[in-house]
């Protein structure tokens, strides 16, 4: 601002943990961090690389770090795809005030971005192998240096997360319950669904007789609508423009942005919601299960 002020406008993209730091004042700043995924993105592929032979704990240790890499890379390689850049709206008051405005709650899905899954699945491997090699080269471990020479990517869609899946459709199906209740208590009362929340709703799954949210999905879809206070960025409905996104990296979306309308009941009959508490959780299903029961 003219005055010297600066209006920050930040979208938190991910979760880290600071593991060292080149400076404390003026203020801090990170020199090494960790990016902490959510653990449904690396665990089925630390199963994956420990088998079924036993395991000592050093090993599993390092395929535990190797599985962590390959999801953070993963992140990395979808950072575009996932995060539209957010236009600010800008204006001058009556009486000279510079003013931002027009920010949206919610960044939505950049639908202009080519994403080729193979592509990505053969980076993920190139990450995996180079965390194993550079992990045996610093233990000295035999072990694992063999297992960097040809890592095998297993698949991480395994039955294991069945019960991430089962909670997001649970959660849809309540979410569009409570609004439909609502609409009943007060005839006339429009419930605004978030469309960056819209395009989350999974197309491949049998919803029950009545649910309209798949409605409201399908009609910004034959609108073209265009979303965001301000950006207006085109509606994207994940799961059919890109039908091989991770359906686990949906519902971690999905287990954040839902909070958009419950915050407001969040603390009707139950202990108040502790938003630090609940993005400290690096569990989906933990999110997930946390969110169905606050419907």
């Known amino acids: 601002q003219e005055d010297g002020r600066l209006a920050l406008i930040v979208q938190g993209v991910g979760r880290m943990k600071i593991l060292a730091a080149s400076q404390q004042v003026p203020y801090a700043i990170a020199s090494k961090v960790r990016i902490l995924s959510d653990v449904e993105c690396w665990e089925p592929i630390c199963f994956?690389?420990?088998?079924?032979?036993?395991?000592?704990?050093?090993?599993?240790?390092?395929?535990?770090?190797?599985?962590?890499?390959?999801?953070?890379?993963?992140?990395?390689?979808?950072?575009?795809?996932?995060?539209?850049?957010?236009?600010?709206?800008?204006?001058?008051?009556?009486?000279?005030?510079?003013?931002?405005?027009?920010?949206?709650?919610?960044?939505?899905?950049?639908?202009?971005?080519?994403?080729?899954?193979?592509?990505?699945?053969?980076?993920?491997?190139?990450?995996?192998?180079?965390?194993?090699?550079?992990?045996?080269?610093?233990?000295?471990?035999?072990?694992?240096?063999?297992?960097?020479?040809?890592?095998?990517?297993?698949?991480?869609?395994?039955?294991?997360?069945?019960?991430?899946?089962?909670?997001?459709?649970?959660?849809w199906i309540k979410l569009d319950e409570m609004i439909q209740l609502l609409g009943k208590a007060k005839p006339g009362l429009k419930i605004p669904v978030p469309a960056q929340l819209l395009g989350l709703l999974p197309t491949d799954t049998d919803w029950p007789k009545g649910f309209r949210l798949q409605e409201y999905a399908e009609q910004l879809e034959d609108n073209e609508a265009k979303i965001g206070t301000y950006s207006k960025s085109p509606f994207v409905r994940l799961s059919k423009i890109y039908p091989q996104y991770p359906p686990i990296r949906r519902a971690s979306r999905l287990s954040y942005t839902v909070w958009l309308l419950l915050d407001g009941i969040a603390a009707i009959g139950g202990k108040p919601f502790s938003k630090e508490e609940y993005l400290n959780t690096l569990h989906v299903r933990h999110r997930l299960r946390y969110s169905s029961r606050r419907h």
């Open 48 to 171: 994956g690389l420990v088998g079924t032979a036993p395991t000592g704990r050093d090993l599993s240790v390092a395929y535990m770090d190797a599985a962590q890499s390959v999801a953070a890379k993963e992140s990395e390689v979808l950072l575009d795809l996932e995060f539209h850049q957010t236009i600010m709206e800008r204006h001058t008051t009556s009486d000279g005030i510079s003013m931002i405005t027009g920010v949206s709650p919610l960044s939505n899905v950049n639908g202009s971005v080519s994403v080729d899954f193979d592509s990505m699945k053969v980076q993920l491997q190139e990450a995996l192998r180079r965390r194993l090699s550079k992990t045996a080269e610093e233990c000295g471990r035999d072990d694992v240096l063999l297992a960097s020479t040809n890592p095998q990517l297993p698949d991480i869609w395994v039955s294991t997360e069945e019960d991430v899946i089962a909670y997001e459709k649970d959660i």
